[in-house]
Nanobody, 128 residues
Framework: QVQLVESGGGSVQAGGSLRLSCVAS????????MGWFRQAPGKEREFVAA????????RYADSVKGRFTISRDNAKNTVFLQMNSVEPEDTAVYLC?????????????????????WGQGTLVIVSS
């Protein structure tokens, strides 16, 4: 079982930056692919970014490519999402997710159903 706790959300003006963090419990964090998703009011949960358990491969949604960066520190059981040049359309609850047994996977996944554990989320509000 893995517990995920996000932090770093808040209110920011368009064009600004935020850094989200997600701390995972457990000793097998280094074997989990990690993802960030977001859910805006009235909309479905959507993929934002993901990173392989080794940290060597990343994947981004087209809407955030070039503006957001995902990274991880396996020694601290933490995954980060650096958000730059934010836009009002980025307003959402941001959720961290973990995929178990990722050492047996051959690629990163972006589907909600591909992740096994979820945090409660942190709210990001971008004003124009």
């Amino acid at each position: 079982q893995v517990q995920l706790v996000e932090s770093g959300g808040g209110s920011v003006q368009a064009g600004g930056s935020l850094r989200l963090s997600c701390v995972a419990s457990g000793r097998t964090f280094s074997y989990y692919d990690m993802g960030w998703f977001r859910q805006a009011p009235g909309k479905e949960r959507e993929f934002v970014a993901a990173i392989r358990f080794s940290g060597g491969t990343t994947r981004y949604a087209d809407s955030v490519k070039g503006r957001f960066t995902i990274s991880r520190d396996n020694a601290k059981n933490t995954v980060f999402l650096q958000m730059n040049s934010v836009e009002p359309e980025d307003t959402a609850v941001y959720l961290c997710a973990a995929a178990a047994n990722s050492q047996y996977r051959t690629r990163l996944y972006s589907g909600v159903n591909e992740y096994d554990y979820w945090g409660q989320g942190t709210l990001v509000i971008v004003s124009s």
